[in-house]
């Protein structure tokens, strides 16, 4: 959405996707690879927008490093309430459908096929799947 408003710079690209899954967090391999951003110029954008605090290290797992965007920063929620905005606005200019009409149940028949097999017939269990008992004495507790 951010990238048909402000162009398709890596910056935007990056915040855009953060955006579209904020309850995520992701590592730089994961974004790399959703985003097509190159390694480098995510190395760099994730600097930058850590120190403006537009996005955060969310947690560490081994040497993994997982980031997300910032939601108790100003200018995210800014820019995810102009997202918002422009969704919406989208959504009113759209022509809608004429509804369907609702079915009523009267109208409805209900049929039951035929049983795929007579009820005498069991469905058994393979014999791989056979629970095999040991032969002999039963031990005592003692």
Do not use: W
Not at 38 to 44: D, Q
Not at 87 to 108: D, F, V, Y
Request: a positive charge.
């Amino acid at each position: 959405m951010f990238t048909e408003i402000f162009g398709n710079s890596p910056r935007v690209k990056l915040l855009d996707f953060l955006a579209d899954h904020v309850d995520f967090d992701y590592t730089i391999s994961q974004i790399e690879e959703f985003t097509e951003i190159s390694r480098p110029t995510l190395y760099r954008l994730i600097g930058e927008l850590e120190a403006e605090k537009m996005i955060s290290l969310t947690r560490q797992v081994g040497a993994s490093k997982f980031y997300g965007l910032n939601t108790r920063n100003g200018k995210v929620i800014e820019m995810l309430q102009m997202e918002f905005e422009a969704i919406n606005k989208r959504l009113l200019e759209q022509p809608r459908e004429p509804s369907a009409q609702p079915i009523g149940l009267s109208a409805t028949r209900f049929t039951l096929g035929e049983l795929r097999r007579p009820f005498g017939l069991i469905a058994r269990r393979p014999a791989s799947m056979a629970v095999k008992f040991k032969k002999g004495r039963k031990k005592s507790r003692k």
